[in-house]
């Protein structure tokens, strides 16, 4: 310390060199202290529209999650349904019975008045009863409770998105109709459980019954098609670049060709596929086995890219090991640094597969779209996927299909989300020092 | 010294020659690193090279066992025979000569396998053991020549990477033992090791000599002149004096390797 006072004084070229030496410091500090503010920034930042994004579609999408059903006693008319003609039958005119005696004060004489009765219940009720009678036809002539939703306007009633306060004529629902409603709600058969027909019903063009069956198994169908494809594909086309490949000016052209192709825009895979695939190899449109193929497509480069970068991340020194003790270069390759890089590989193709998840534009030219209310039996099968499922309720007008896209993208982030978990647990387990 | 010295005269009146190296010239690039080297290195023998860093030692060292092949840029002119055959001839598969010229290098590089994995490596790929207690011995031989057996006896089934940087370079020169080769190239073993670990090093080292041929690159003049009978130095890519060890430390011929020995240049 005192060393440090009497400096200047006996060399004063010392001490100039530490007063720059502390005068740069602050300078530098500001700089460091601004860039780390700049950063922090960004960070917060791209939290915050990440809440804006997941908050407006929790906030659109909640009530998606249940759905609100009438419970109804249901006589099963013998007079209306006969065990020999199932499985047709009056089972509309049965559930609207059914729905006069909650509602006995309602005039049914009139045929508009009795459609409109009717349209509380979804379009579906009648086939669920249908179903449930001809499992066992012994129910005719039974009373039976039976648990229906109720059709999108009063659902959407239920859950307050009709404002009760816009006038009449601007309205979905009449007042008596609400009269109606509130009056059933009274008498205690309305409910609002969890909307398990979200996952287990396939696409409809009602708004109530539509759920993400027919989706999901299609995406499964073409992620399992994509992955089956391009893993083995993508591992063994970087192994052979990466370790045994010549470096010559046409490995170097295949090189800078796999970026690009990684790079392509993928609606242009989506058009190639809909020429080579469904054109000239005829498979059937609508397929996820095609859904599959094109996103594989897709995934290959992103595949060979990080399976090349985690072969060149494993230390030469360990194929230096297995050099010396005399491993020929394939025991080497496969023994010792496929093994090292496998990790940094299925985090790659884990990721290279959640984009093909959420791929939509070359789906949609595939003719992943349609409209199809049953969930596929196979890749054959036509089918959606989940974008382009959402990509369709998007498109439809009802009020039901509004918070169903947003509950559809939250599923499907669901799954994003959980297949980065999984690549992030498996890098940090198998992360090696060396 | 006295016993060293009359090692070194039992050992040039019986050995042959091992490997026979002429002209040997080696290019990264465009750069040359070895500017015509000859040099015969005898069976039975432990050679050291030394040399100031950067002069070439490890270069020339893995073109005997054509580790140079594995770097794209580097190119290996002239002829380096062992036992006669050229091993840089196109028939010559460098696995089968590895198997025989084995390498210990600078830097510990266990695999991120097992203790016994890492020894057993070699003699699995190669067909060297019949059976499990066939490999159960050829490892724990191993790991004793390696003066290593008694510290990981215990653990033999933990990582190789589990243990300390001079243990990993024993499991390593016990890894590279157990294919039994006929030459053993070691880059600088004991860089990383304790002086106990060092000793042990030396006197396996000597040991080896008994059926070996063995090539040492060093940094410590005193470590070559224990364990080598022969000595190299290299400077600039040329080797400068190759003599027997003794006479190269007392008597240099070149005053560049007296400067060298002396601390002179380095
Ligand atoms: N892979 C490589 N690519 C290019 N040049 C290299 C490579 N390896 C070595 N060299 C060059 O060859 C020359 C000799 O290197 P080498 O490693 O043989 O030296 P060395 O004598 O072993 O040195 P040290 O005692 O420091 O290990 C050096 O000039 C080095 O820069
Ligand atoms: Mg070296």
């Keep these: 310390?005192?060393?440090?006072?009497?400096?200047?004084?006996?060399?004063?070229?010392?001490?100039?060199?530490?007063?720059?030496?502390?005068?740069?410091?602050?300078?530098?500090?500001?700089?460091?202290?601004?860039?780390?503010?700049?950063?922090?920034?960004?960070?917060?930042?791209?939290?915050?529209?990440?809440?804006?994004?997941?908050a407006s579609l929790v906030s659109s999408g909640y009530q998606a999650f249940t759905q609100t059903k009438i419970t109804l006693e249901v006589y099963v008319d013998p007079e209306e349904i006969k065990p020999e003609k199932l499985p047709r039958g009056g089972f509309k005119d049965v559930l609207q019975a059914s729905l006069s005696e909650l509602l006995p004060e309602v005039d049914t004489s009139d045929r508009a008045t009795r459609k409109a009765l009717a349209g509380i219940l979804s379009n579906g009720a009648q086939f669920d009863l249908r179903d449930r009678v001809v499992a066992d036809p012994s129910l005719i002539g039974q009373t039976i409770t039976l648990t229906v939703p109720v059709s999108d306007p009063y659902d959407q009633l239920n859950k307050g998105t009709i404002d009760r306060d816009t006038p009449e004529q601007n309205r979905r629902l009449k007042d008596h109709e609400i009269a109606?409603?509130?009056?059933?709600?009274?008498?205690?058969?309305?409910?609002?459980?969890?909307?398990?027909?979200?996952?287990t019903n396939a696409d409809s063009r009602f708004p109530e019954l539509a759920g993400l069956k027919g989706a999901l198994i299609g995406s499964f169908w073409a992620l399992f098609v994509c992955f089956a494809i391009s893993f083995p594909l993508g591992i063994g086309a970087a192994i052979y670049l990466e370790e045994f490949a010549p470096r010559n000016k046409i490995s170097d052209f295949i090189e800078v060709n796999i970026n690009n192709l990684a790079a392509v825009p993928s609606v242009v895979f989506g058009l190639l596929a809909l020429a080579v695939f469904i054109g000239w190899f005829g498979l059937p449109r609508s397929a996820p086995f095609v859904g599959g193929l094109t996103l594989a497509l897709m995934t290959m480069p992103t595949i060979i890219i990080a399976t090349r970068a985690a072969l060149k991340a494993v230390p030469p020194s360990i194929r230096e090991a297995a050099l010396g003790i005399g491993a020929s270069k394939h025991q080497v390759v496969f023994g010792h640094v496929l093994p090292l890089a496998m990790p940094g590989i299925l985090t790659g193709t884990i990721i290279g597969l959640a984009q093909a998840l959420g791929e939509t534009a070359p789906l949609?030219?595939?003719?992943?779209?349609?409209?199809?209310?049953?969930a596929p039996d196979g890749p054959f099968d036509s089918a959606t996927a989940l974008p382009t499922q959402i990509f369709i309720w998007a498109d439809s007008p009802e009020r039901g299909f509004v918070s169903r896209t947003s509950a559809a993208i939250l599923v499907l982030l669901g799954f994003l989300v959980t297949m980065n978990a999984i690549a992030i647990y498996l890098r940090n387990k198998f992360e090696r020092s060396w | 010294?006295?016993?060293?010295?009359?090692?070194?005269?039992?050992?040039?009146?019986?050995?042959?020659?091992?490997?026979?190296?002429?002209?040997?010239?080696?290019?990264?690039?465009?750069?040359?690193?070895?500017?015509?080297?000859?040099?015969?290195?005898?069976?039975?023998?432990?050679?050291?090279?030394?040399?100031?860093?950067?002069?070439?030692?490890?270069?020339?060292?893995?073109?005997?066992?054509?580790?140079?092949?594995?770097?794209?840029?580097?190119?290996?002119?002239?002829?380096?025979?062992?036992?006669?055959?050229?091993?840089?001839?196109?028939?010559?598969?460098?696995?089968?000569?590895?198997?025989?010229?084995?390498?210990?290098?600078?830097?510990?590089?266990?695999?991120?396998?097992?203790?016994?994995?890492?020894?057993?490596?070699?003699?699995?790929?190669?067909?060297?053991?019949?059976?499990?207690?066939?490999?159960?011995?050829?490892?724990?031989?191993?790991?004793?020549?390696?003066?290593?057996?008694?510290?990981?006896?215990?653990?033999l089934h933990e990582p190789g990477t589990g243990l300390s940087g001079g243990q990993q370079q024993r499991l390593c020169i016990a890894r590279a033992v157990a294919t039994?080769?006929?030459?053993?190239?070691?880059?600088?073993?004991?860089?990383?090791?304790?002086?106990?670990?060092?000793?042990q090093v030396e006197e396996l080292i000597d040991?080896?000599?008994?059926?070996?041929?063995?090539?040492?690159?060093?940094?410590?003049?005193?470590?070559?002149?224990?364990?080598?009978?022969?000595?190299?130095?290299?400077?600039l890519g040329n080797l400068v004096e190759y003599g027997d060890t003794g006479q190269i430390f007392t008597n240099p011929e070149d005053p560049r390797t007296e400067s060298y020995i002396t601390g002179r240049i380095g």
């Design chain 1, 180 to 199: 109606w409603f509130d009056q059933l709600k009274a008498k205690g058969v309305i409910s609002k459980p969890l909307n398990t027909g979200l996952i």
């Design chain 1, 364 to 374: 949609l030219l595939i003719g992943m779209n349609a409209f199809i209310t049953s």
């Design chain 2, 180 to 199: 039994e080769p006929e030459v053993l190239l070691m880059d600088e073993p004991c860089s990383a090791l304790d002086p106990i670990a060092t000793a």
């Design chain 2, 207 to 235: 040991e080896l000599r008994l059926n070996y041929s063995v090539v040492i690159v060093t940094h410590s003049m005193q470590q070559a002149a224990r364990v080598s009978q022969k000595t190299a130095f290299f400077h």
């Design chain 1, 1 to 54: 310390m005192a060393d440090l006072t009497a400096g200047p004084e006996k060399t004063p070229k010392q001490g100039n060199a530490a007063d720059a030496v502390r005068a740069s410091l602050t300078r530098r500090n500001r700089k460091q202290k601004l860039l780390q503010g700049l950063g922090l920034g960004a960070i917060g930042f791209a939290f915050l529209m990440l809440f804006i994004l997941v």
């Design chain 2, 1 to 155: 010294m006295m016993n060293d010295m009359s090692k070194i005269e039992q050992g040039i009146a019986v050995d042959a020659v091992k490997i026979q190296a002429r002209g040997v010239q080696v290019f990264y690039g465009e750069k040359q690193a070895i500017k015509d080297v000859s040099v015969e290195i005898l069976d039975k023998t432990v050679t050291a090279f030394i040399g100031p860093s950067g002069c070439g030692k490890s270069t020339f060292l893995r073109c005997l066992n054509r580790m140079n092949d594995t770097i794209d840029i580097c190119r290996v002119n002239g002829d380096i025979r062992l036992d006669g055959e050229d091993i840089y001839d196109p028939a010559i598969d460098p696995v089968q000569l590895r198997a025989k010229v084995g390498m210990v290098f600078q830097k510990p590089n266990p695999f991120p396998k097992s203790i016994y994995d890492n020894v057993a490596y070699g003699p699995r790929i190669h067909g060297l053991a019949r059976s499990k207690a066939d490999l159960d011995e050829i490892v724990e031989r191993s790991l004793r020549r390696g003066a290593i057996w008694d510290e990981v006896k215990d653990r």
